[in-house]
């Protein structure tokens, strides 16, 4: 073997390192590829809990607004059977009060 040629176990540390030091690339990727992954599910976590809150407040501001038209429809509802029986009871007082006096009053 010539003197400037390295020896097979030269070559084989060597080659040892080369593939030490692409191992130690290849490892540092592979964090790399975990942390982004990790980042990037948060911020989708993140998001969709955004999405999530935003559609249940307005799902509830909807809800809150039907609940609040219906309570006004049962109002006004209320007012004009009130004001019904009112013109009813009016239109009957006369009657009434003529049953009351000849109840009281002997004839």
């Known amino acids: 073997m010539p003197e400037g040629e390295p020896s097979v176990l030269q070559q084989i540390r060597r080659?040892?390192?080369?593939?030490?030091v692409k191992a130690d690339h290849a490892r540092r990727d592979a964090e790399q590829v975990v942390a982004?992954?990790?980042?990037?599910?948060?911020?989708?976590?993140?998001q969709a809990e955004t999405d999530g809150k935003q559609?249940?407040?307005?799902?509830?501001?909807?809800?809150?607004a039907g609940v609040l038209n219906e309570v006004e429809d049962l109002k006004r509802l209320g007012t004009e059977e009130a004001e019904l029986t009112r013109q009813s009871g009016e239109q009957n007082l006369s009657k009434a009060v003529e049953k009351i006096v000849k109840a009281v009053t002997p004839e």
Request: glycine letters at 0%; zero cysteines; aromatic letters at 4%.
């Open 15 to 20: 080659k040892e390192v080369e593939l030490s």
């Open 36 to 46: 982004d992954a990790k980042r990037e599910a948060a911020a989708i976590l993140k």
């Open 55 to 64: 559609a249940a407040d307005e799902y509830s501001k909807k809800r809150l």
